[in-house]
């Protein structure tokens, strides 16, 4: 929507600045011209008493109309008309009225609202006019007919006459130099926009162009568009996103299309349009650029991130075919080296017995790792089916705990967990909830020195599942932190990095996020580390579970790695 500051009020007159010197000498002129009158008049001896008095008065606004020098304004220049009433009104009075010599000064006023420029002064100027007359009528009936003095009427009328003349010419000139202010306003307005890189164009509603400045785009020229209209010169199939910018536009909202010319399918064409509030009827003003460039740029950038889409999802079906058959074979060399680890067939050497059990572990490291491996491409691959079942998510994160307690004892690790006495019901996917844990507990080993601890919390939080897992390990920097959460990333030392894949607190991420929930690090470099998982899926009401066992749900949803 277009925004517009307050207009000011409207001047009572629009005379430039410039004019207060004519102004001013006007009026100089004038109190000359009257004091020599009263004082002439006094020293031959035909004006005393209250004529002198008269004619004198009409001294003051002349001298006051000399204040527009130091400070002009719509207040003073009604005051200084004010001033110019006061004074024909009183020169009326003392003269006998509209009988008297001094009848010409009762015009004054007008032509003192004639050369201050503008309506408002010259109606101000009439209104005083008809006030010194009425007053001028009273006076002669109240008091009598002035003196005849034929001299002094002629000159006072003269003087008026001269005085309303050049008040005429002063307001010509004072109207010519705003007409030449306009002009020139105009043509410096019509120069900026012509100068400008876009195109300007005013436009009626229907699309007709009404004015156009700037330089057009070279596929839109600017004859075409008087002859035959905007709409006429853009291709058929994206007119209607060009109406739909002018009608948003009609409703004080901010239109833009992006259409192909008429005349030139292979260039691109940016408008915006806005309303134009005209007194004549709305308006609307477009600003129109070639966009050809950055059209080309937007739909290079859309190639090449259809052409990576494609490679991702090419390289996500490979990792997930490839695990399915590595772990064929594999299933074989675990089996076969569990036969001979276990010597079910008869005695080993024992260095072919220690060879049998590095194979057997090596065999079950790499399946863990082919396993996730493909866990994480189905996720990816939106393909991971969450298997929702109602139970107590202590039992799951118990029997996590189980699986590394060895580990853990064996590297002289305290592990204890921070459970609540009641159940914890949950309905989520009971092998993604035991795989959140179990990776979160190897890592916590994994990580922790002899003589650490590491406890696990869970609890219920209103309709949320809050497991956190926190050490004393050997913590993590704060730009890895950034990092971690993503496939195959890892933090630490090297030595730190070769104990891991980088896939388990990928994992342990998608899985959060599949469940509508996040996860989050809390660590200290040298002091230990806080994951916390919160899942959205703690059961507040403990109604009868379902019969028909778990619920399939296909949840497609990236694990964001």
């Not at 568009?225 to 910018?245: N, Q, Y």
């Not at 010597?343 to 590095?358: H, T």
């Not at 298997?387 to 305290?414: P, Q």
Request: aromatic residues 4%; proline residues 7%; glycine residues 10%.
């Amino acid at each position: 929507m277009i925004q517009s500051a307050r207009p000011d009020p409207k001047p009572l007159t629009d005379a430039p600045a410039s004019d207060r010197p004519s102004l001013a000498a006007w009026h100089a002129g004038w109190a000359v011209a009257a004091a020599l009158l009263a004082l002439g008049g006094r020293w031959i001896g035909g004006i005393d008493g209250p004529l002198f008095y008269g004619v004198l008065a009409m001294v003051v606004p002349g001298l006051s109309g000399l204040g527009l020098l130091r400070r002009d304004g719509d207040f003073e220049r009604m005051t200084l008309l004010g001033i110019w009433g006061l004074a024909a009104l009183l020169a009326a009075s003392l003269s006998g009225g509209l009988t008297g010599p001094l009848t010409g000064f009762v015009f004054l006023p007008l032509a003192a609202g004639i050369a201050l420029g503008g309506p408002r002064p010259v109606q101000a100027g009439a209104l005083a006019v008809g006030l010194a007359a009425l007053a001028g009528l009273f006076s002669a009936w109240l008091v009598g007919p002035g003196p005849h003095l034929p001299a002094l009427a002629a000159i006072s009328a003269l003087l008026t006459a001269a005085a309303a003349a050049l008040a005429v010419r002063l307001s010509w000139r004072q109207r010519e130099a705003r007409l030449a202010a306009a002009e020139a306003e105009t043509a410096r307005v019509e120069t900026l926009l012509a100068a400008q890189p876009g195109l300007t164009l005013v436009l009626e509603p229907s699309g007709r162009v009404l004015a156009a400045y700037g330089a057009p785009p070279v596929s839109l020229p600017v004859d075409p568009l008087f002859e035959s209209g905007l709409v006429a010169a853009v291709h058929a199939p994206d007119r209607p996103r060009l109406l739909d910018a002018i009608e948003r536009a009609m409703r004080g909202q901010d239109g833009a299309a992006l259409f192909a010319p008429r005349t030139a399918l292979d260039r691109r064409v940016q408008l915006i349009v806005r309303r134009l509030d005209d007194p004549g009827g709305p308006r609307l003003i477009a600003q129109v650029f070639d966009a050809t460039a950055q059209y080309a740029r937007e739909l290079g950038l859309e190639i090449a991130r259809t052409e990576a889409e494609s490679r991702e999802a090419g390289k996500t079906r490979f990792l997930a075919n490839m695990s399915h058959e590595l772990r064929t074979p594999l299933n074989a060399v675990l089996g076969f080296s569990d036969i001979m680890r276990q010597r079910i067939f008869g005695p080993l050497p024992d260095r072919y017995g220690e060879y049998a059990e590095n194979i057997h572990q090596a065999g079950g490291h790499l399946l863990d790792l082919i396993n996730d491996v493909l866990d994480v491409t189905k996720i990816e691959a939106e393909r991971y089916a969450l298997t929702l079942e109602r139970f107590d998510a202590r039992e799951v994160v118990s029997a996590a705990m189980a699986l590394v307690r060895v580990n853990a004892d064996d590297k002289g690790v305290s592990l204890s967990s921070v459970l609540p006495g009641d159940p914890v019901e949950v309905s989520a996917d009971k092998r993604a909830l035991k795989q959140i844990a179990l990776n979160l507990l190897s890592n916590a080993v994994k990580f922790t020195p002899r003589g650490g601890a590491i406890t696990v919390t869970v609890e219920a939080i209103g309709p949320y599942l809050e497991v956190v897992v926190a050490d004393t390990g050997v913590g993590i920097a704060p730009e890895d932190v950034r990092r971690l959460g993503r496939p195959f990333e890892q933090a630490g030392e090297m030595e730190q990095r070769r104990q891991g894949t980088g896939l388990g607190l990928s994992l342990v991420r998608a899985f959060a996020e599949l469940h509508g929930g996040r996860m989050s690090i809390d660590s200290t470099l040298g002091e230990g580390t806080a994951v916390t998982v919160r899942l959205p899926v703690a059961l507040v009401a403990r109604a009868p579970a379902p019969e028909g066992g778990a619920e399939i749900i296909q949840m497609p949803l990236k694990s964001g790695g």
